[in-house]
């Protein structure tokens, strides 16, 4: 057994064995002079070894030789010999793309649902995509589980291949990143390790959060971060936390997260909720009534995951039952992951009594036939939001508004989005009002 196992041998009773792996890249260890030699692959993690483990090492060299010893930490010859070989290959070689084939074909900007809580991330990704390196470098997106941070990583990515299929990218996680580390750390070729990171154009990491605490992964990033800046290559990279959040992450790190810029993504509000949930039913080949969507979207509030864990169950429920989507299949087969309230049924004669409310109407006048211009108004806006937030027809729409044809009904929706177009006090009343019925 050579010195440095005795060595390690001594230290295993003070260090766990995470600790005791990352000291798997020491070459050797050597005593001559009354000095001990602590050979290292490279200056980097010489410097690293020295900051964090000088002192245990000394004291296991003191109790393993007897005497008081002097430690010089080196970097191995024959590991320089090594970088200067593979720095002149790839002088000689056609560089070739790294691209890890973990990236997500599947999620796409187009398919990403954007609403007030993402908006601002999902912009700043498509910013990036279409500028790499150039603007927002780097682009730290944080925000909870399931929230569409993955999907925006994802989304960059398949974005860039699709506008230059050579481009080098990485994507990983945090914990990938890692155990690659320490895989290359364990086989004494930290070289291979940097070398996969330094030529990449689009560097994308996920869930930094899972750093915390990990020192040697984190100096290993902070150089790889620093190399790309420097050339001018992209970093994104998600959280759960903002970076003045992230505890046990060297200060450094964190000051190079906030650097660029720093976005949220939010949980989804009950309009966005709704169009996810419209467009994944879509995709399965369901037909959800509205009623059914608004129960999903109002007491589901933590995350996307969870709405379309919901349309699962009811497509496979109703597949095996042999029975449509209602609100009592839906109420009886999500009782356990709704966080269930009474959410009744959004009736025409609800959003009439709101809107009549808001605008000070009364009930009588608005399904009456006052030409007046602010009662006259506030029908054309009821009539519009009785077709958009209930599965109501046309014809049922005109009867509970008293009319005889539903032509009525149609050109009154007509002349409120057309006046939405041109007021924008007018639409942010009616999306006021939308997102206020739907809440109720």
């Keep these: 057994m050579n010195l440095w196992n005795n060595l390690l041998s001594v230290m295993a009773d003070k260090l766990d064995s995470n600790k005791l792996h990352l000291l798997s890249g020491v070459k050797k260890a050597e005593f001559k002079d009354g000095k001990l030699y602590i050979s290292t692959p490279d200056p980097l993690y010489r410097d690293w070894l020295k900051t964090n483990f000088e002192e245990h090492i000394r004291k296991s060299a003191n109790l393993l030789l007897g005497e008081k010893t002097d430690i010089l930490f080196i970097v191995s010859n024959e590991e320089k010999e090594e970088e200067i070989k593979e720095k002149e290959v790839d002088e000689n070689i056609e560089k070739k793309p790294y691209v890890l084939t973990n990236i997500n074909p599947k999620f796409k ?8 809580c993402n908006k601002v991330a999902y912009a700043s990704c498509m910013s990036v995509a279409e500028n790499l390196g150039k603007i927002y470098n780097p682009l730290f997106i944080y925000g909870g589980i399931g929230l569409g941070k993955t999907h ?20 990983t996680t945090a914990d990938t990143f890692m155990s690659e580390l320490i895989y290359f750390m364990q086989k004494g070729n930290i070289l291979e390790f940097r070398k996969r990171y330094k ?4 560097l994308l ?50 000051s190079r997260f906030s650097s660029g810029l720093v976005v949220e993504v939010q949980a989804p509000d009950l309009t966005t909720k709704l169009s996810i949930i419209s467009k994944k039913a879509k ?34 429920y109703s597949e095996i039952l042999g029975k449509p989507i209602t609100l009592e299949l839906a ?25 009549a409310s808001y605008f000070s109407v009364n009930l009588n006048e608005l399904l009456g036939k006052s030409r007046k211009k602010h009662v006259r108004m506030a029908r054309q806006i009821a009539m519009y939001l009785s077709r958009y937030l209930t599965d109501k027809s046309l014809t049922d729409i005109s009867k509970a508004f008293k009319r005889k044809h539903h032509t009525t009904v149609l050109n009154a929706i007509e002349k409120v989005e057309k006046t939405m177009e041109k007021d924008r ?16």
């Design 109 to 116: 900007f187009s398919n990403f649902i954007v609403g007030s």
């Design 152 to 171: 925006l990583l994802h989304a960059t990515a398949n974005y860039v291949l699709s506008k230059n299929p050579n481009a080098n990218i990485i994507y």
């Design 199 to 202: 030529n990449v154009d689009l």
């Design 205 to 254: 990491i996920d869930d930094v959060q899972f750093l915390e605490g990990k020192e040697r992964t984190q100096i290993e990033l902070y150089h790889i971060f620093n190399a790309l800046y420097l050339i001018g290559k992209q970093v994104i990279l998600s959280s759960d936390s903002p970076p003045k959040s992230l505890k046990g992450i060297q200060e450094r790190l964190r």
């Design 283 to 316: 995709e399965k080949g369901l037909n959800i009534p509205y009623d059914v969507k608004l129960l999903i979207a109002k007491t589901i509030n933590t995350n996307v995951r969870e709405l379309e864990s919901s349309l699962f169950r009811l497509k496979a």
């Design 331 to 355: 109420r009886e087969v999500l009782k356990d992951i709704l966080e269930l309230k009474n959410v009744e049924e959004l009736s025409i004669e609800k959003i009439q009594k709101e809107v």
């Design 425 to 440: 006090k007018f639409k942010l009343t009616v999306e006021f009002l939308k997102e206020k019925i739907m809440s109720l």
